[in-house]
T-cell receptor, first 111, second 110 residues
Framework: NAGVTQTPKFRVLKTGQSMTLLCAQD?????MYWYRQDPGMGLRLIHY???????AKGEVPDGYNVSRLKKQNFLLGLESAAPSQTSVYFC??????????FGPGTRLTVL | RKEVEQDPGPFNVPEGATVAFNCTYS??????FFWYRQDCRKEPKLLMS???SGNEDGRFTAQLNRASQYISLLIRDSKLSDSATYLC???????????FGAGTRLAVHP
């Protein structure tokens, strides 16, 4: 029972490159979220999904796209990475109750 | 103005001390309140929910003051293992969206 996993754990990109971050959960939760965490800023919501096939924008969606083709997976895409997207990215899941369960994070550096 | 504001600290306290953190939130319609704990370079984890009447979990006590829009966390008899960043979290709006404070760092020393 892995809970929430994220792939990759670390990545270094050059400006303009693209990549996809994968979040997988085996908790059967409906809701999934992508956050970024920057020093002094707290976690900020990028996009979220309330169920398979649905996605919605969060607080800071620009420069990111998401897809939720399967209930257990939530993908975050960067089409053209920028240095401002250097951050730690966390995926979280929830069941509509209040607690959210987080993955271990992906540390992304964009040069 | 940030929706959830916390003193970033750090709070440096000796083992056995009592320490308190406060947090203020700006949206008076906020529905639920929580404290999460985040260890260095790890993911956040729920520490406890915060109820209007106040609630306690072992050495941890949480209080909510809706009139003044602030939340507090009290840690008694601090342990070295309590060293972490404590995130004040508020649920506002639908779909269980959470708003996170930037966190208060606690360092407990021998």
């Amino acid at each position: 029972n892995a809970g929430v996993t994220q792939t990759p754990k670390f990545r270094v990109l050059k400006t303009g490159q693209s990549m996809t971050l994968l979040c997988a959960q085996d908790m059967n939760h409906e809701y999934m979220y992508w956050y970024r965490q920057d020093p002094g800023m707290g976690l900020r919501l990028i996009h979220y999904s309330v169920g398979e096939g649905t996605t919605a924008k969060g607080e800071v969606p620009d420069g990111y796209n998401v897809s939720r083709l399967k209930k257990q997976n939530f993908l975050l895409g960067l089409e053209s990475a920028a240095p401002s997207q250097t951050s730690v990215y966390f995926c979280a899941t929830g069941r509509g109750a209040s607690e959210q369960f987080f993955g271990p994070g992906t540390r992304l550096t964009v040069l | 103005r940030k929706e959830v504001e916390q003193d970033p600290g750090p709070f440096n306290v000796p083992e056995g001390a009592t320490v308190a953190f406060n947090c203020t939130y700006s949206n008076s319609a906020s529905q639920s309140f929580f404290w999460y704990r985040q260890d260095c370079r790890k993911e956040p984890k729920l520490l406890m929910s915060v109820y209007s009447s106040g609630n306690e979990d072992g050495r941890f006590t949480a209080q909510l003051n809706r009139a003044s829009q602030y939340i507090s966390l009290l840690i008694r008899d601090s342990k070295l293992s309590d060293s972490a960043t404590y995130l004040c979290v508020v649920k506002s709006g639908g779909y269980n969206k959470l708003i996170f404070g930037a966190g208060t760092r606690l360092a407990v020393h021998p």
